[in-house]
């Protein structure tokens, strides 16, 4: 038997890497013989990097960038065979690089960010995923266009300062200097939101108020991203304000479109597309998936939902999820390839508990999930 097992963290208690070698030792108490293949995988947010180089077996490069609040931080990226990259913005302009009383979106930068692309050129990279979970930044992508070359001029010609309280200021967007690699090299952004740029559901509203954002930075913010849109429509003629998760990352999905022509996709499709999962599963009898809490949220492009469509549009095998909680509407996973869900709790216990004993009882739930198929084999002689 060759069993797949492609897993989400559980967030709080284990990486997605524990996660899948604890269900792995409880499964060879069962079958010691099969082969099992360990996938770690992420949606595009915290883990991404690591879970790709896992699975693809590439080097980890530490580079020294431009942090959201202007100062240096150090940030990982990937650099995978075949020259691939995988970034993770959250490495250069994320939240928790900001100190809670320092967190203000109007004054943080991507600017790190596009630092993070330009070390993925400069190791030779012509095909960079991009994951855009956790930001702390709301400047439509104008700091990471900045540092690849693009420049942003106001009204006398001079180039607007880093932040998005600079974006009302600008008159000209000028592509000419853009770092000229660019041009030819293939940009896709894992996305794990729909958002517009703008409006009720856009990026400031909706994520704003966890950067630091009041009510009345909103307002501005939102007026600041849906003209930097005019002006990337009626300039660039590209269209981003409307495109599905363009208000990720406080705009940075629809500046990565706007500026550098990259490609978003739903984070899952992204990080499964670059492991070659579907080389993965070709010869697999069985596909074991999971995250922390399963719900009617999962089949909206979470881990699991991502990892059953791409496998049952391969090949009709079974694919389990392992999961610490199953919550409401948790039965909306068979319409879209689960098979079964079985959940990591064997007792009634506290939240704390259950995470203080995650991988004892994934050790133990993997074995279950064993002991069943066995049944399984025995009823079907």
């Known amino acids: 038997m060759r069993c797949i097992i492609a897993t989400d963290s559980f967030k709080g208690s284990n990486t997605a890497q524990r996660v899948c070698r604890a269900i792995e030792e409880g499964m060879e108490k069962v079958y010691p013989s099969a082969e099992y293949v360990i996938v770690p995988i992420a949606d595009g947010g915290e883990g ?41 913005m959250a490495e250069a302009s994320g939240l928790p690089l900001v100190p809670e009383d320092k967190r203000n979106p109007m004054h943080t930068t991507t600017y790190g960010t596009g630092e993070l692309i330009k070390a993925a050129l400069d190791c030779g990279c012509d095909n960079i995923l991009i994951g855009i979970g956790g930001s702390a930044t709301n400047d439509c992508g104008i700091g990471m266009a ?27 967007i000028d592509l000419e200097k853009l770092d000229p690699r660019i041009k030819d090299a293939h940009i896709t952004v894992a996305c794990d939101v729909t958002n517009p740029l703008c409006g009720p559901q856009g990026a400031s ?4 108020p966890q950067k630091g954002a009041t009510p009345e930075m909103v307002e501005t913010l939102d007026a600041s991203l849906k003209y930097c849109a005019t002006l990337v429509e009626e300039q660039l003629g590209v269209s981003i304000a409307d495109i599905p998760g363009s208000g990720a990352a406080g705009g940075l999905g629809g500046g990565l479109v706007g500026f550098l022509g990259a490609e978003l996709k739903p984070g899952i499709d992204a990080v499964l597309s670059i492991v070659a999962f579907d080389d993965l599963i070709k010869d697999a009898d069985l596909v074991i998936t999971g995250e922390g809490k399963l719900d009617f949220q999962t089949v909206f492009g979470k881990v699991p939902a991502g990892v059953a469509k791409w496998t049952k549009s391969v090949k009709d095998i079974p694919v389990i999820a392992i999961v610490g909680d199953i919550g409401e509407g948790f039965e909306d996973v068979y ?18 508990e259950a995470m203080d004993r995650s991988r004892e009882l994934l050790v133990e739930t993997g074995e279950r999930v064993g002991r069943l198929l066995s049944v399984g084999e025995r009823i079907s002689r």
């Open 48 to 88: 991404t990097t690591d879970a790709v180089l896992q699975v693809s077996h590439g080097e980890r490069k530490t580079v020294r960038v431009t942090g959201p609040l202007g100062g240096a931080v150090d940030a990982v990226i990937g650099i995978l065979p075949d020259r691939k990259a995988v970034i993770e």
């Open 146 to 172: 900045q540092a690849l070359g693009v420049s942003f001029l106001d009204d006398q010609g001079c180039e607007i300062a880093l932040g998005a309280d600079s974006i009302d200021k600008i008159v000209t």
């Open 205 to 208: 509203a909706t994520y704003g």
């Open 335 to 352: 319409e879209i390839g689960i098979d079964v869900v079985i959940s990591t709790v064997n007792k009634a216990m506290s939240l704390n």
